[in-house]
Structure formats: C-alpha cells, structure tokens
C-alpha cells in the first residue's frame, strides 16, 4: 500500500543549531500537508504545498515540495525550546483521495 | 484552539468490552475523520464521514464502527476491544472531504485496553 516514510526518527540538537526533516512517499501526491504535535498534545496544522517544486516559508520554517511531487522537506533556521515536538508530514492520495501521514520526526532542543 | 471537541479525554477498558469516543466538528465543517495513533506513531487513517455517510475507510477491522449525526458531530464504535487498540484516537474535522482540505484536530481520546 501507499507509505509515507519521514527521516531521520529523532533529532536532538542544540539550540540554535538548524534542523530538517524528510519526507519521502511511493506514489505521487496531489499535495503535503505539514502538521506539529507538541508531547501530549495533538496535531496542529503548520502549512500545505500543492505545486510542483514549491517553497513556502513561515519566519525560520522553510517548507518544500519535490518537483515529482512524491518528497518533501522541512527545515528550521536557528531552533529555539518551542520547536520541540513531532513533526509530521501528510500526503493527500489520488488513489483515496484522503491525507496519508508520515512516521513522524520527534525533535528535542536542549538550551 | 481548533474548536473541534472530543469525549472522554481518558478511558480505560479490558479486553472484549465495547467502547464509544464522542466528537464535536468545528462550527461549519460537514467532515469528520477519525485517526489512531499509536505511541510513537504518525495518524493512521480509520474512516470519513461526511453528510452522515461513510466516505472512506482505512485498513482497519469492521468492529470499527462510527456514525456522523445531522448536526455533524461523530461516534467511533470498537467492539470486542484488544490490547492493541491501546492508542490515541483523533478526531479531525475539515471544510470539505477532499485530501486537500486541512485537518482540525481535536484534543485526542486515551484508550487503555488492560
């Protein structure tokens, strides 16, 4: 069936440093949907790319679509204590026609 | 806040006993998607409603049921529970039932099957 595979599974950094996260799908999307869950609490939506090779950024959150549109990348400039949660990213099926999460990529920030 | 409500916010059961998790949709969406996310897990897709009609489900067994009422609130239904089913479940309701459409999730319900 249709994966949705992010890496790396965890990431610890300090702050301050950047980080990014992957997200790779086996079939093409119509869209990626970026969604952070901080610890204990539920997804909040972050943002959705829907063309070919799209860039969006949010001030030190810079979001990518793939040009086949079957990856995705989210990077974040100089990471501060509020960064820390699981960043998840969603592919919308043309097949089902409904949003497919990723595994997650739990970030920690030590100050 | 999404506005999206859910109930109860924990619950423990044993194995074999049935189970209903209750949601509120945000004022003006006609969709609700109900997830399972198990610890350490992204959301697993469950099933749709939309207009009171199941619209879509993911690989999960017939003892997940759910409803949609006409003020679009939801019910999840699992039947003969099993240790497994030991998760959060995610209610999320959106604008239209499109994969395109954004997400609104609620708090969450804690399901511990002993």
């Known amino acids: 069936g249709q994966q949705v595979m992010q890496i790396p599974q965890y990431q610890h950094v300090q702050e301050g440093e950047d980080f990014t996260t992957y997200c790779n799908s086996s079939?093409?999307?119509?869209?990626i949907q970026w969604y952070k869950q901080r610890p204990g609490g539920h997804p909040v939506f972050l943002i959705q790319?829907?063309?070919?090779?799209e860039v969006k950024k949010q001030k030190r959150l810079t979001f990518q679509f793939g040009e086949a549109k079957k990856n995705s990348s989210l990077h974040i400039t100089a990471t501060q204590t509020t960064d820390v949660g699981t960043y998840f990213c969603a592919g919308g099926s043309y097949n089902t026609d409904k949003l497919i999460f990723g595994t997650g990529t739990r970030l920690q920030v030590f100050p | 806040e999404t506005g999206v409500t859910q109930s109860p916010t924990h619950l423990i059961k044993t194995r074999g006993q049935q189970v209903t998790l209750r949601c509120s949709s945000q004022?003006?969406?006609?969709?609700v998607s109900w997830y399972q996310q198990a610890l350490g897990q992204g959301p697993q897709f469950i099933f749709q409603y939309y207009r009171e009609e199941e619209n879509g489900r993911g690989n999960f067994p017939p003892r997940f049921s759910g409803l949609q009422f006409p003020n679009y609130s939801s019910e999840l239904n699992v039947n003969a529970l099993e240790l497994d089913d030991s998760a959060l479940y995610l209610c999320a309701s959106s604008l239209t039932s499109g994969n395109a459409d954004t997400q609104y999730f609620g708090p969450g319900t804690r399901l511990t099957v002993l």
């Open positions: 790319l829907v063309k070919s090779g």
């Open positions: 004022s003006g969406h006609n969709t």
């Open positions: 079939t093409t999307l119509s869209n």
